[in-house]
């Protein structure tokens, strides 16, 4: 079939090519393309934050982890141990854990002082810079073509394309007038690579949202988490309490100072109560599946939900 799909972030460029391996041809359009979509913003480690429900994310979550650790070592995937610290100690273990590889919980000398409890798993990180890169290159050479186009109506669509896949994140709220999703604006700083090689993540406990994700050449250190900002512009006092929050996770960032950061990036989550994954049918035979709304998530379940726009499609 002829498949048009809107977006090229993560979720655009992994349902088309996920599409084109299916046999279909695959057109992207886009109204912003590489570097410029909040998918270039993100740390990008696997971490299933803030997408929902739990059940489909972790089939989507496992479905993806999988083919990031077939892409370890080249396009800008590495594999590195994580540990997700809590200040509440459980027996139990988080939701996601089925889905990694070398789950434990974490032994009491690993821990961050203040912390109790922490969940040790080998997590998928993506260099988003290489990686997009890749992607792109990848639905280039399966015989794609990405145009730099925006789409105001799904009816503007033309008839040549009757089926759509609707990957434009937080712009899926003004194409469908979706009034279920909304922004969380988050902010990381890039700093150079002092040889700290764990992924670090805290969102629970005193110094949340703060993660540092040691990458190919540099570390990403965040965060910030504020739902209903809109704003994209860079918070200079933001990136000073990042610095300050990533500290108390690990001494080894003690002492950084703003003069240490390479660069600062901010970008605009796409949430919604749940992941917006279905078919649409407009009428006249037309059909949109929806693939939005991952929340701080889209990435880490971007093959999983690109495979499932592929059962989808082979469904109608
Ligand atoms: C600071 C920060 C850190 C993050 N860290 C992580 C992380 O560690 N792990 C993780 O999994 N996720 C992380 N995320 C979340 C992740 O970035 C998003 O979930 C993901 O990028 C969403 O991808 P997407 O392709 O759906 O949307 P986007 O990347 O926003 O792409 C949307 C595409 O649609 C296009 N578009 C929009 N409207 C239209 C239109 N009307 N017509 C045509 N094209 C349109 C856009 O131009 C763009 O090309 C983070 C996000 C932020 C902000």
Redesign the pocket.
Known sequence: MDILV???????LTSGIALQRAGHRVTI?????PP????????????P?KAYPIERVTAWGAAAYRAFRDLARVAGVTMAEALDVRDTPSDDDPWWAGAVDGFRHARPGELPLGYVDGYVFAAPVMDMSIYLDYLMREFSSGGGTITQ????RLDDVPAVYPLVVN??????R??CGDTDLHPS????ARVRDNGFRRVLLDDVGPNKVA?I?PRIHDIVL???DEEGNESATVDPRQTADILRRCANLAPAFAGLTPGDVVSV??????LRSSVRLEAEHLGAGRVVIH??G????????SWGCAQEVVEIVSSL
Request: proline letters at 2%.
């Open positions: 809107l977006g090229c972030g993560v979720s655009g359009w886009a109204k912003a393309l410029d979509t909040t998918s270039n913003v993100a740390a990008a480690v696997w971490y934050y186009r925006a789409v105001a990957c434009t994140g937080l712009g899926a003004e194409l604006r988050g902010q990381v993660y994700v965040g965060g910030v990036a901010c970008g605009l989550r796409p693939n939005y991952h929340g701080g998530a889209g990435v880490t379940l």
